[in-house]
């Protein structure tokens, strides 16, 4: 079944960095795009980036373009976060999500989530 | 970008109730609109895709329907495991855009 394991979550200060990964397995991974979105703590659910199913496609929401970067690997079935720059507002459970492994082809697939907070 | 305007924001019903939860679009999605449902400390998870399409596995009790640009879930008989808060999300372009959830509570 599809499993995707996230991982790099932590406590950092403003301003510092903080690089994310997700483990994927259960599925092709080569063929399919991942997204991360987050939570911040009781709030709904913010779509923050893709990266399409071989890398040459990245998109992100505006309160991280600029900020954060997105990256795969595929032979290691991968894929990473990488937050720059960040801010207060940033701290939120962060989800790994791939796209379209389910029955039908569409929708998400979600990862349990890694907490990351950014406090002085 | 593309505003999802869901309502309510929360919903209070009884086991057995039938709950009909709203998002409308700002712009048209076609239907490209997934319904999640979120438990607390838990990852979504899928329910409907294509406006309508039910995700295997999940209960025929759970159905999507669309007009124009008001999309609908609706939950036919709700029952103790269905309490829990739902978010749509449009998938027609980016960025994604979520709505802001409907928490679903025991009255």
């Known amino acids: 079944q599809v499993l995707l394991v996230e991982s790099g979550g932590g406590v950092v200060q403003p301003g510092r960095s903080l690089r994310l990964s997700c483990a994927a397995s259960g599925f092709s991974f080569s063929s399919h795009g991942m997204h991360w979105v987050r939570q911040a703590p009781g709030k709904g659910l913010e779509w923050v980036a893709l990266i399409s199913y071989d890398g040459s496609s990245k998109k992100f929401g505006d309160s991280v373009k600029g900020r954060f970067t997105i990256s795969r690997d595929n032979p290691k079935n991968t894929v990473h976060l990488q937050m720059n720059s960040l801010r207060v507002e940033d701290t939120a459970v962060y989800f790994c999500?791939?796209?379209?492994?389910?029955?039908?082809?569409?929708?998400?697939?979600w990862g349990q989530g890694t907490l990351v907070t950014v406090s002085s | 970008d593309i505003q999802m305007t869901q309502s309510p924001s929360t919903l209070s019903a009884s086991v057995g109730d039938r709950v009909t939860i709203t998002c409308r679009a700002s712009q048209s999605i076609s239907h490209w609109l997934a319904w999640y449902q979120q438990k607390p400390g838990k990852a979504p998870k899928l329910l409907i895709y294509k406006a309508s399409s039910l995700e295997s596995g999940v209960p025929s009790r759970f159905s999507g329907s669309v007009s124009g640009t008001e999309f609908t879930l609706t939950i036919s008989s709700l029952q103790p495991d269905d309490f829990a808060t739902y978010y749509c999300q449009q998938y027609n372009n980016y960025p994604r855009t979520f709505g802001q959830g409907t928490k679903v509570e025991i009255k």
């Open positions: 999500a791939a796209e379209g492994v389910g029955s039908g082809a569409e929708g998400y697939s």
